[in-house]
């Protein structure tokens, strides 16, 4: 497998049975015995999956200007590893096993305040989950989360499986385009928070360039062509890991509203891709091992050049 092959076309890291092993030793011996047994389980993945493994490699160098070295690749597996790991206690247990800190909350205190929906764009960094604890702690805050249930359809499986309830929040993004889109209006006007993770485009998606970590990398343009037709406050949010048992959820403002003019189209797509790509390289310096962009983020493939996904009907939905 080639190291910039798209990642949606990288299979499913474990078959559902392995899962099963991992979710049953989890939950039956506990956090410890589970987290014991990750060591080997990420030595087999890092022997076994090159082309995560030469991606890691890459990433790391990047961010740390050095070659990375073997024990800082499979420390950046074992991060996976653990986060993945947590999502079973998260879904299960709720936080009772963290430490779980905010920052910013109170961005998302005066949007509920007024009523209003609120767009959280995240990253493939750190713990999406950790981010659903808010929800759990404040009923009066919605939370919906845009994810693709077909990637990974084994570890959507087991986890919806200890979670019924939260598995009937998310927004499938395997879904045709205006599907999605008039989930997500409807969503908004509810007054709920409605997450995405917009660093990763899909492989019919336009994307458009921005600086990170010191080369230009492709974004995905319909989380913001999305925000642009919702009208609603757009946060960015952040679930780092900071190793055992602790996270840190932050939220930053982006924008009151996003406004793309159609004769500025362009320009106004790269001014907000930027501000967002200037963040989220921020957090990867503060966080490097939370990066889970398992292949070459600067070489995905980006011969697309017609719009089929929610870029395209973003605009026609009317909330």
Same mark, same amino acid.
């Given at each position: ?16 049975? @392995? ?9 039956? @011996? ?20 090159? #082309? ?51 920052? @910013? ?26 981010? /659903? ?48 889109? =008039? ?24 994307? /458009? ?8 990398? #492709?974004? #995905? ?10 009208? %609603? ?8 890991? =900071?190793? @055992?048992?602790?996270?840190? %959820? %932050? ?9 793309? !003019?159609?004769?500025?189209?362009? !320009? ?11 963040? =989220? ?28 996904? %929610? ?9």
């Amino acid at each position: 497998m080639s190291t910039n092959e798209h990642w949606q076309n990288r299979p499913e890291g474990g078959s559902f049975f @392995g899962m099963w092993v991992v979710r049953t030793i989890a939950l039956h @011996g506990g956090r410890g015995l589970a987290r014991a047994c990750l060591y080997p389980i990420t030595l087999y993945f890092y022997l076994r999956r090159k #082309p995560e493994r030469v991606a890691s490699q890459q990433y790391l160098q990047r961010v740390f200007g050095k070659p990375a070295t073997a024990r800082q690749v499979f420390r950046h597996m074992h991060s996976y590893a653990a986060t993945s790991l947590d999502r079973i206690f998260l879904l299960a247990r709720g936080e009772k096993q963290f430490q779980i800190e905010t920052q @910013g909350l109170e961005l998302l205190d005066e949007s509920i305040a007024r009523g209003q929906g609120v767009l959280l764009f995240g990253s493939h960094q750190g713990s999406f989950e950790a981010l /659903r604890t808010v929800g759990v702690r404040r009923p009066d805050m919605s939370v919906r989360v845009v994810l693709d249930k077909q990637k990974t359809p084994a570890m959507t499986k087991l986890l919806e499986d200890l979670a019924p309830d939260i598995g009937a929040k998310v927004i499938d993004a395997s879904q045709d385009g205006t599907s999605i889109a =008039l989930a997500m209006a409807e969503a908004c006007q509810g007054g709920a928070m409605v997450a995405m993770l917009a660093d990763r485009g899909r492989g019919h998606e336009v994307l /458009r360039y921005a600086d990170f970590l010191g080369s230009p990398a #492709p974004f #995905p343009i319909s989380p913001w062509l999305l925000a642009h037709t919702l009208q %609603v406050p757009v946060v960015l949010c952040f679930g780092l890991y =900071l190793g @055992g048992n602790r996270y840190r %959820v %932050v939220f930053e403002a982006m924008a009151d509203r996003v406004e793309i !003019p159609r004769k500025e189209r362009g !320009p106004a797509l790269d001014a907000l891709i930027s501000r967002y790509a200037q963040r =989220l390289e921020h957090y990867v310096h503060v966080a490097p091992y939370n990066w889970f962009n398992f292949y070459d983020f600067w070489q995905q493939d980006v011969r697309a050049t017609a719009v089929h996904d %929610v870029a395209a009907v973003g605009e026609r939905v009317q909330v």
